[in-house]
């Protein structure tokens, strides 16, 4: 007779002692092709105290840096344990922070164009201003005039 063995549960994130900041910055060395990817445990007191869910948009804040992420909430401590934030390569690369480094992390705040969206989701013609915020954030920088702007956004 063969003896099948049920799969076990996973076992519990290690406890211990989280960092005197909170939350230590981990790279996780994933290639998310340029996407920022954050990792928290689902044990992390963190997860529990925010209500963050999987693939929430999260603001990680390391080494006096933030960078919006996307949230992965993992139940296997080799990837992170409780008192870790684990960051893809790309989104370590943006912190310049080393590992171990004091990191937090929060909801991310909606961005200030999505009453502008539903504006043109709902048939409105959008302005000129919106055009300039919309391009403005996308890219990272400010632009100056409107001559700077591609003509697309231009007749928006």
């Known amino acids: 007779m063969k003896t099948v063995f049920a799969p076990q549960p996973p076992l519990p994130a290690p406890l211990e002692a ?20 954050a990792h928290l445990h689902r ?25 919006l992420a996307t949230l992965n909430v993992v139940e296997d401590a080799s990837i992170v344990c409780c008192h870790e934030l684990g960051v893809s390569e790309d989104a370590f690369a943006q912190l310049k922070a080393p590992d171990g480094h004091a990191a937090r992390v929060s909801q991310a705040e909606p961005p200030a164009s999505t009453p502008a969206l539903f504006r043109k989701i709902n048939g409105e013609r959008l302005d000129l201003a919106f055009a300039r915020q919309a391009l403005e954030r996308a890219s990272g920088y400010r632009l100056g005039s409107a001559d700077e702007l591609p003509q697309v956004f231009v007749e928006f």
């Open 18 to 37: 989280p960092p005197p900041n909170g939350l230590s910055l981990k790279r996780v060395a994933i290639d998310t092709h340029h996407e920022n990817v």
């Open 43 to 67: 044990d992390c007191a963190v997860v529990r105290a925010q209500g963050f869910q999987a693939l929430s948009k999260v603001e990680v804040h390391a080494n006096g840096s933030s960078i």
